[in-house]
């Protein structure tokens, strides 16, 4: 059975830094994309990055220029590494992993950015 494991959620001051990782998805085959959401209070999931197999990444404007979405594949871990961090970065950060016939996510991580 898969079970993602994200871990590195903390409190940050606003402009700090946090990395973000994500593992357990060894057994994983034909993965497409790979991918972070995350959660604020009273609002919907909304995704931050994603990593397609060929290596193409998305980010919305939000987070564009201060956060990176990287895979260590000998390691099985994908990573998100966050900058600048912004009071309204605040939120459960989620991993996702979606195969050829399968989405997978993870239990999530609390990231608090403190103003």
């Known amino acids: 059975q898969v079970q993602l494991v994200e871990s590195g959620g903390d409190l940050v001051q606003a402009g700090g830094s946090l990395r973000l990782s994500c593992g357990g998805f060894?057994?994983?085959?034909?993965?497409?994309?790979m991918g972070w959401y995350r959660q604020a209070p009273g609002k919907q999931r909304e995704v931050v990055a994603t990593?397609?197999?060929?290596?193409?990444?998305f980010y919305p404007d939000s987070v564009k220029g201060r956060f990176t979405i990287s895979r260590d594949s000998a390691k099985n871990t994908v990573y998100l590494e966050m900058n600048s961090l912004k009071p309204e970065d605040t939120g459960v950060y989620y991993c996702?992993?979606?195969?050829?016939?399968?989405?997978?996510w993870g239990q999530g991580t609390q990231v608090t950015v403190s103003s």
């Open positions: 990593l397609t197999k060929d290596g193409n990444t």
């Open positions: 060894k057994s994983i085959f034909n993965i497409k994309v």
């Open positions: 996702n992993v979606r195969s050829q016939w399968n989405e997978y």
